[in-house]
Structures are given as structure tokens and as C-alpha cells.
């Protein structure tokens, strides 16, 4: 079974920091491309970020490039969101997804529970 568990959200002020981790299993990381979205409160679903194989090639929304940094450990099937320069936008769930296939742009086809990062203004 594909299993994704977000962790390491939490409440931070504006301009603080967080960073969020991903333990994934049950597939390759090296088929398949993966990211990170995040869904607010009466907002639709969103993308944050996302890793493309087998290149690496990394993709970010406008609304969080320069701030956000993606990466992952493969070797551990672990993905990573390093969020810098947190504002209160940014308030969301965020949840860790695989994508249907090796390349960003596809739809998500997995995903788990995703971890609250809220952060105040």
C-alpha cells in the first residue's frame, strides 16, 4: 500500500520558519514524481511544490518561490519542505503527495494526512 505521513507543522509567527517532512512507502520514489499541497479553510487545494524524476527538476508556486525550499532523501523515501519567511498566507494544512506518474504537472493520485501550519501575524 502507498503510505505518505506529513509531519512537522506547528505555530510560528510571521517570518518564523518550519520545516516539514514526509516519510513515504510502498513505491518507488525514482518512478514517480513528488510534492507538496496545501489546502486552507474555504480555499481550494493548492500547489506548493513539487519534485520531478528522475532529473530532480524541482517546481514552486509563485506564491512561495524564494521562501520555500523542496528536497528529498531517496535513499530513505523521505521529501522535505523547508518553509523560510513565513506569512500568515501561508496558514494551511499541508499534505505530502505522490504524483501519477515521474514528472510535476500531472494530478496527485496519493496523498495522507497532512500536518497544520498555521502562523500568526
Known amino acids: 500500500d502507498v503510505q505518505l505521513q506529513a509531519s512537522g507543522g506547528g505555530s510560528v509567527q510571521a517570518g518564523g520558519s518550519l520545516r516539514l517532512s514526509c516519510a513515504a512507502s510502498?513505491?518507488?520514489?525514482?518512478?514517480?514524481?513528488i510534492g507538496w499541497f496545501r489546502q486552507a479553510p474555504g480555499k481550494e487545494r493548492e500547489g506548493v511544490s513539487c519534485i520531478s524524476k528522475p532529473d530532480g527538476s524541482t517546481y514552486y508556486a509563485d506564491s512561495v518561490k524564494g521562501r520555500f525550499t523542496i528536497s528529498s532523501d531517496d535513499a530513505k523515501n523521505a521529501l522535505y519542505l523547508q518553509m523560510n519567511s513565513l506569512k500568515s498566507e501561508d496558514t494551511a494544512v499541508y499534505y505530502c503527495?505522490?504524483?501519477?506518474?515521474?514528472?510535476?504537472?500531472?494530478?496527485?493520485?496519493?496523498w495522507g494526512q497532512g500536518t497544520q501550519v498555521t502562523v500568526s501575524s
Open positions: 510502498g513505491f518507488s520514489f525514482d518512478d514517480y514524481a
Open positions: 503527495a505522490r504524483v501519477g506518474g515521474p514528472l510535476c504537472g500531472r494530478n496527485y493520485d496519493s
